[in-house]
């Protein structure tokens, strides 16, 4: 992983330079690594400040993890991203979120999503079968 200080300076420029870019919009630690958690924010601050990224954030981060960036961080971050479904529902940390005024990006996945449309085709398509084997017309 691209997790640590020097790391994720590093990872960050190699970005710049792939997208051919002078800076970057959002900029997240995608996972909260034991022991990297504090020198990979303190990058992040360090990016920040030098105006390389407009904004920086988290993923993946519930709230114990976000109750020990506040023990260091100078910079709140702007946004929490982390899957957020009705099946997954974190209502502890959207509260949590929204006193803060850090703004959660819900990811749900896309599998999920696509096996849910499969189902409905395949039933639909099932039905279908029985009703022109059956007659069935509408």
Partial sequence: TSQGFDATLKAFDASLDSLNIDYIDLYLVHWPIKGKRKETWKALEKLYKEKKVRAIGVA???????????????????????EFSPYLYLSE??????????????????????VYMANLLLGFLTK???????????
């Fill in 60 to 82: 993946n981060y519930l709230i114990p993890f976000l109750e020990e960036l506040y023990t260091y961080a100078e910079t709140q971050p702007a946004v929490n991203q982390v």
């Fill in 93 to 114: 940390l959207l509260v949590f979120c929204q006193q803060r005024k850090i703004q959660l990006l819900f990811l749900i996945f896309v599998f999920t999503q696509l």
């Fill in 128 to 138: 279908r079968k029985i009703d022109q084997t059956h007659s069935v017309n509408f």
